[in-house]
T-cell receptor, first 113, second 114 residues
Framework: DQQVKQNSPSLSVQEGRISILNCDYT??????FLWYKKYPAEGPTFLIS?????DKNEDGRFTVFLNKSAKHLSLHIVPSQPGDSAVYFC????????????FGKGTHLIIQP | EAGVAQSPRYKIIEKRQSVAFWCNPI?????LYWYQQILGQGPKLLIQ????????DSQLPKDRFSAERLKGVDSTLKIQPAKLEDSAVYLC????????????FGSGTRLTVV
């Protein structure tokens, strides 16, 4: 039972264009969502997050959009750069109590020159 | 600040053997997590500590996995006996705030069970 789904295992985008990574969730108790970026042989690093009371959060080239009614979030990277090539994980946390994260399977983003 | 330290980086053992992983979190971080990441999957939470107390171990296979954080600082995760399906990267993370607010992961220990 996958509560956080990233249906695209990989995505190839040209340098300078927009990268859009998608994530769907099923658990209505999730109230906080995060994106992590992972390079090979390294641990995931935090990228950006959004609370369920918001529908958008921006940080430089990265924007996360949340559509609660559709249980869908997306990460936009504009413009895409070669260093953005990595695996991106969507993660979610329920409100209250323990705060361990539930992760999706990840999307491998490849930025082509 | 120094990051989350984990050792060893790699470990190969035979099935039915035991293995232990060590994690030293960022100084002052009260919350420590162990995650298991199987190839092609996202990380899965095994156990969460707040100081030296267990907050959540609902997904820890307790018949073979154990973890401790005796002094509320560093932590060890043990598998005994190991199975082939335990082959994975074991990630430790720590947080000062809890709540999953961008906590910091270590580089992980890659375990191969043969």
């Amino acid at each position: 039972d996958q509560q956080v789904k990233q249906n695209s295992p990989s995505l190839s985008v040209q340098e300078g264009r927009i990268s859009i990574l998608n994530c769907d969730y099923t658990n209505s108790m999730f109230d906080y969502f995060l994106w992590y970026k992972k390079y090979p042989a390294e641990g995931p690093t935090f990228l950006i997050s959004i609370s369920s009371i918001k529908d958008k959060n921006e940080d430089g080239r990265f924007t996360v959009f949340l559509n609660k009614s559709a249980k869908h979030l997306s990460l936009h990277i504009v413009p895409s750069q070669p260093g953005d090539s990595a695996v991106y994980f969507c993660a979610a946390r329920p409100g209250g109590g323990a705060d361990g994260l539930t992760f999706g399977k990840g999307t491998h983003l490849i930025i082509q020159p | 600040e120094a990051g989350v330290a984990q050792s060893p980086r790699y470990k190969i053992i035979e099935k039915r053997q035991s293995v232990a992983f060590w994690c030293n979190p960022i100084s002052g971080h009260a919350t420590l997590y162990w995650y298991q990441q199987i190839l092609g999957q996202g990380p899965k939470l095994l156990i969460q500590f707040q100081n030296n107390g267990v907050v959540d171990d609902s997904q820890l296979p307790k018949d073979r996995f154990s973890a401790e954080r005796l002094k509320g600082v560093d932590s060890t995760l043990k598998i005994q006996p190991a199975k082939l399906e335990d082959s994975a990267v074991y990630l430790c993370a720590s947080s000062s705030l809890g709540g999953g607010y961008g906590y910091t992961f270590g580089s992980g220990t890659r375990l191969t069970v043969v």
